[in-house]
């Protein structure tokens, strides 16, 4: 079993480069399966989700080459793709679920296992349904799996979504550009790797108005194209490097970063004494002192990214005075916490709200990451906690954070990654 090992203590200098959202780039991937023919996607992050995608679109008659020097995908889509996204490769990544739209509108018939909650929720479905029935499809769900049918074009309809979900919101657009008529999608969710599946539906020859509001309209066309197509930057790799940085203390460039899709967070870390300088291709942001703790209320986009909540967590860990942190998206996502007091930091949730004292040092132990984000969080404790961390789990880490590893160690970081007999 794989863990990495951080030694706390050095400021982290230099600069980072990002690649694609991970958020965004699974569901570019999903969306090549609406046209039949060759698609490029570039700007991709090597990750290991992006492995189980492509292995996904494999099965279900796709060829996909992934050139991992270049950063892009080559994917392949047949003029009749299965339409069946099996339990074995849903259940270790629930972002398969975005097959759903594409293969229901493109085949009328979609077959996806139900992925379940996880460490961070419970993740209900109940309004991808709700959407794809109101335009027409039969969806039942049977054995663990969900089955979509429609006889002929799925037709346009006016879907109310009761929360601006990112994935319902991908999935009915996803839906609707094949449809028959117009569907709008009204409390639509504004993330940027919404805009970025928009922008690439839109060269792919969909009519979509209305991108980065909170209403979509969409017109349904007959088919539509390959394309070519650049991911969007991780928004969130970037405010976990930023977070990093004020940690630690540390002076860090990102670079190939879109700093206005991050404004809530660098805002924050500004509360917190850095200072944070825009530059045309990304922002710096540096520390010199112990940062000051800062409330955080996550909320869908434009508000702070709930994906960043761990980090800043940590953050306040070490922060001086204390903060109230407030997570709306996901229940489930204080869970670490737990491993982070194993570290010293003094958190305590009543619900979802978490009061985190902070303390001037951590002290390093043995911490188990349950995600993506909190092992991103626990990684960054590392960094400043006295002594060596030992954090478990890292196959979470590396579903998310693209070559993590020696960005920190060129970033200055104590960290290996090393390999332990199962506990
Ligand atoms: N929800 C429902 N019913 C639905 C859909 C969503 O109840 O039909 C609930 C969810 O349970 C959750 C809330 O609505 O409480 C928001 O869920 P949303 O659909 O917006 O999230 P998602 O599409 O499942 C994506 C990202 C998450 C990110 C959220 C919010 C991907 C693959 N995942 O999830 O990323 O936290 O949006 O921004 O895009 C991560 O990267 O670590 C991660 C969890």
Redesign the pocket.
Known sequence: MEVLRVVGGSPLRGEVRLTGA??SV??LMAATLLAPGTSTITNVPDILDVEIMAELLRRLGCEVGHDVPSSSLVITVPERPDHRADYDLVRRM??SV?VLGPLVTRLGAADVALPGGDN??????????DGLRRMGAQVTSEHGYLLAQSEGRLTGASVWLD??????T?TLVMAAVLADGETVIDNA?R?P?IIDICTMLQQMGAAIDGVGTSTLTVVGVDALNPVQHETVPDR?VAGTWAAAAVMTRGDVTVRNAHAEHLSIALEKLATCGADIDVLPDGFRVSMDRRPQSVDIVTL??PGF???LQPQFIALNAIADGAALVTEN???ARFRFVQELARLGADVRTDGHHALVRGRSCLSAAPVEAT???AGAGLVLAGLVAEGETTVYGVGHIDR?YAGFVPSLEALGADVRRDVVSDR
């Open positions: 991970k958020n699974l569901k629930r972002a975005c961070i929720g419970s993740r209900g479905l109940d309004m991808h349904i929360f601006p979900s990112v994935g319902a991908e969710a993330e790797e969130i869908p986009y990214p709930t994906d998206l996901f229940e995600d993506i984000r998310g």
